[in-house]
């Protein structure tokens, strides 16, 4: 599956549910390969150092169901600007995503689209990816590496 605006939405609808609109939050949604979204939401917590990025449970729950993320999006309410944002997956994200190859499509912000965000391949977003430097052909490890 493609990521698009249904995916947004799913992530949306999920921060809706689990934070009034008055409030920040945020929440991920993600499609895998049979067309089912998975979405979740990032843990608060006093200590920092245990919150787990908003699309942590739903990459969790995917490998559990042994199935293919294909895009993954992350959105993040504002409330003092009064719009919801578009976030790019920060690097233990694009860690996490990996596993599934550098094809997974992601969204990105992106002020000249009408929507304000965009799709990127991981690739895209980290063309430099370290695991490429542990394969004999130089290319994006697959999933069989990650296993080793």
């Not at 990459?59 to 169901?65: E, F």
């Not at 578009?86 to 689209?113: H, K, M, N, S, T």
């Amino acid at each position: 599956m493609q990521l698009d605006q249904k995916l947004v939405d799913a992530a949306v609808a999920q921060l809706d549910r689990r934070w009034p609109s008055d409030e920040q939050g945020g929440a991920a949604a993600i499609y895998l390969d049979d067309g089912q979204i998975l979405t979740s939401v990032g843990l608060d917590n006093l200590n920092g150092g245990v919150s787990l990025c908003h699309e942590t449970g739903a990459i969790c729950q995917a490998y559990t169901l042994d199935k293919k993320v294909t895009a993954s999006v992350c959105v993040y309410r504002d409330p003092g600007r009064e719009r919801v944002l578009v976030l790019p997956p920060c690097g233990i994200c694009q860690e996490r995503l990996a596993l599934w190859g550098p094809d997974v499509q992601v969204g990105v912000p992106d002020d000249f689209a009408v929507t304000g965000w965009s799709v990127r391949t991981l690739r895209d977003v980290n063309p430099f990816y370290w695991g490429s430097q542990f394969t004999d052909d130089g290319a994006w490890p697959g999933p069989e590496a990650h296993f080793s």
